[in-house]
């Protein structure tokens, strides 16, 4: 007998209203699957049976990547207290709850903060949650394309580079071969931030990376994408011309950890905020 076509599968995931029309929830993605990690809502069942096969064999890599996320709010919460304003936070993935703005907003409600990721489904989450949210914007960028993102007409309407911004580089530039030459990159940011900026980074290593990657950086390394190690000593070269505030590059759960924290010294993430001294 013919078989009869029936058309598409069903779809197994009702789609909730934050989650755009044209986004397939029923494929997973890595943006969603990253939340999922964090401890995020806006992820569907595909994206959390990728994400459980993949710290199957990367057991520390959720709590890594929390880790990182906690360090972001402390970095948002210091850097508000000194009385930055705006935020520029490329490769953020979804910004979901708990996120820059969220930290921004609730020290001053006057605060700005601009998302960039190169993900799509990222972006189109982002725009969906942030759409009663006229003090902060999310766009489709590449890092390596520093003019557009930095022209965009979001960040033109939201950030003024005359006054101090906090650029956020969080989990992105382990993702930069030193072929294509990190600092130039971050120099291309920075040379047009206002003194009083700050620079924030967190990145995938360890106080001292063997020439022979350790077993769990290269579990990182597959879990996503080719993911390059660096030591102190090479992440703290990204801050050049800035001036680290205190306790300088460490692993990201040790910077500047809060008094109900219980930080694992252990996880292969490490993490700066430096200023940008007056000229």
Do not use: C
């Amino acid at each position: 007998m013919e078989r009869q076509d029936t058309g598409p599968a069903p779809r197994t995931t009702e789609r909730p209203t934050w989650a755009p029309p044209e986004v397939d929830i029923d494929t997973p993605s890595i943006a969603r699957v990253y939340d999922h990690w964090i401890g995020g809502t806006h992820n569907f069942p595909a994206d959390r049976e990728l994400a459980r096969k993949v710290a199957a064999g990367n057991p520390d890599l959720p709590a890594t990547l929390k880790a990182n996320r906690a360090f972001l709010r402390r970095a948002v919460r210091e850097l508000s207290a000194l009385g930055i304003r705006q935020f520029l936070d490329i490769g953020s993935g979804i910004p979901a709850e708990g996120n820059v703005h969220d930290v921004a907003l609730a020290a001053h409600p006057d605060s700005r903060v601009v998302y960039v990721d190169i993900d799509p489904v990222a972006v189109a989450h982002g725009r969906a949650l942030l759409a009663d949210e006229p003090r902060a914007a999310v766009f489709q960028g590449d890092l390596y394309k520093s003019g557009e993102i930095l022209e965009a007409e979001d960040t033109r309407r939201l950030i003024d580079f005359d006054r101090p911004v906090a650029l956020i580089l969080a989990a992105v530039l382990h993702f930069v071969p030193d072929g294509d030459d990190p600092l130039a990159l971050v120099r291309r940011y920075t040379e047009r931030l206002a003194p009083g900026s700050a620079l924030v980074i967190s990145h995938a290593g360890a106080e001292e990376v063997p020439r022979t990657a350790p077993e769990a950086a290269e579990q990182y390394r597959g879990a996503v994408s080719q993911v390059i190690w660096r030591d102190n000593r090479e992440l703290a070269a990204l801050f050049e011309d800035f001036e680290l505030v205190t306790p300088g590059v460490v692993r990201a759960p040790l910077w500047r950890p809060e008094p109900a924290d219980t930080p694992d010294p252990a996880l292969a993430m490490l993490a700066g905020v430096a200023l940008k001294p007056a000229r």
